[in-house]
């Protein structure tokens, strides 16, 4: 199922829990709390996501942009990375890993169409090819990502249930709005999405969940995460988090312009 993510360097670069949402020391110095630190990462994944819809790129592309963006956040600062210029030098960066490349002067160009007049976001050309060197040592030039959309088929095939593709798709790509991908495998992610799908359109997977043999307690614990992010998080899917909650974290990290 999954034999080729197990000799990934994708694979050997799991996290532990505990090690993904730790504020590194000079955030804290500005007075980020954990909190405000996870609200930075929707907000920014959702920027991604939105530049991405501009440039016209696969689904793929802005998951391997995201999980780029969070994993630089286990081992850098967002004083030392400004995220309103690794976002978009992430979606970059992963466009041609991706074989989409994306134009730097694109992005530049619809960051400004997006952002108006918000001196914090205007960048140039060469900020973004700047960044992208500097993200490539910040991932240690490990730029292989594995995604739950092609396990998610293959499991929605095998169960028989490919009615639910849409839904569960879905439910996929909001996993992104959180740190699961640096945490779990993916086609354990794919499982956690189809079992939460099953559950709310009243499709009994029991026995086929059985015959898989997969720890139920891990999946299980992955929808809870995925349905506690839910209720915690009011995120409107086209406008993102509420600027009240954002903008202020967002002014305690020092801008690139």
């Given at each position: 199922?999954?034999?080729?993510?197990w000799?990934s360097?994708?694979?050997?670069?799991?996290?532990?829990?505990?090690?993904v949402?730790?504020v590194?020391?000079?955030?804290?110095?500005?007075?980020?709390?954990?909190?405000?630190?996870?609200?930075?990462?929707i907000?920014?994944?959702?920027?991604?996501?939105?530049?991405?819809?501009q440039?016209?790129?696969?689904?793929?592309?802005?998951a391997?942009?995201?999980?780029?963006?969070?994993?630089?956040?286990?081992?850098?600062?967002?004083?030392?990375?400004?995220?309103?210029?690794?976002?978009?030098?992430?979606?970059?960066?992963?466009?041609?890993?991706?074989?989409?490349?994306?134009?730097?002067?694109?992005?530049?160009?619809?960051?400004?169409k997006?952002?108006?007049?918000?001196?914090?976001?205007?960048?140039e050309?060469?900020?973004i090819?700047?960044?992208e060197?500097?993200?490539?040592?910040a991932?240690?030039?490990y730029l292989?990502?594995?995604?739950?959309?092609?396990?998610?088929?293959?499991?929605?095939?095998?169960?028989?249930?490919?009615?639910?593709?849409?839904?569960?798709?879905?439910?996929?790509?909001?996993?992104?709005k959180?740190?699961?991908?640096?945490?779990?495998?993916?086609?354990?992610?794919?499982?956690?999405?189809?079992?939460?799908?099953?559950?709310l359109?009243?499709?009994?997977?029991?026995?086929?969940?059985?015959?898989?043999?997969?720890?139920?307690?891990?999946v299980?614990?992955?929808?809870?995460?995925?349905?506690?992010?839910?209720?915690?998080?009011?995120?409107?899917p086209?406008?993102?988090?509420?600027?009240?909650?954002?903008?202020?974290?967002?002014?305690?990290l020092?801008s690139?312009?």
């Amino acid at each position: 199922m999954a034999a080729n993510f197990w000799t990934s360097s994708h694979s050997k670069q799991l996290l532990d829990p505990e090690d993904v949402d730790v504020v590194p020391a000079k955030d804290r110095e500005r007075g980020v709390t954990p909190v405000e630190f996870r609200l930075v990462k929707i907000h920014m994944s959702f920027h991604i996501w939105r530049l991405a819809q501009q440039v016209k790129v696969r689904q793929r592309v802005i998951a391997t942009a995201i999980t780029y963006f969070r994993r630089v956040y286990t081992r850098k600062s967002m004083t030392e990375y400004d995220p309103r210029l690794v976002a978009p030098a992430c979606l970059y960066l992963a466009s041609k890993v991706e074989e989409s490349t994306v134009q730097a002067r694109l992005l530049v160009f619809y960051i400004k169409k997006m952002c108006g007049s918000d001196d914090k976001y205007r960048f140039e050309i060469k900020d973004i090819l700047e960044m992208e060197m500097k993200l490539l040592e910040a991932l240690d030039y490990y730029l292989v990502v594995y995604h739950p959309y092609r396990p998610l088929l293959q499991l929605l095939q095998d169960a028989g249930i490919t009615d639910l593709t849409q839904f569960a798709w879905g439910l996929v790509n909001d996993t992104y709005k959180m740190d699961l991908i640096l945490i779990y495998p993916p086609y354990m992610i794919a499982l956690a999405c189809i079992y939460i799908a099953s559950v709310l359109k009243d499709k009994d997977t029991t026995s086929w969940f059985e015959e898989l043999r997969v720890d139920m307690n891990i999946v299980k614990n992955i929808s809870m995460e995925i349905l506690d992010f839910y209720d915690t998080y009011k995120i409107d899917p086209q406008r993102g988090l509420q600027e009240d909650k954002i903008i202020p974290v967002m002014n305690k990290l020092p801008s690139k312009a």
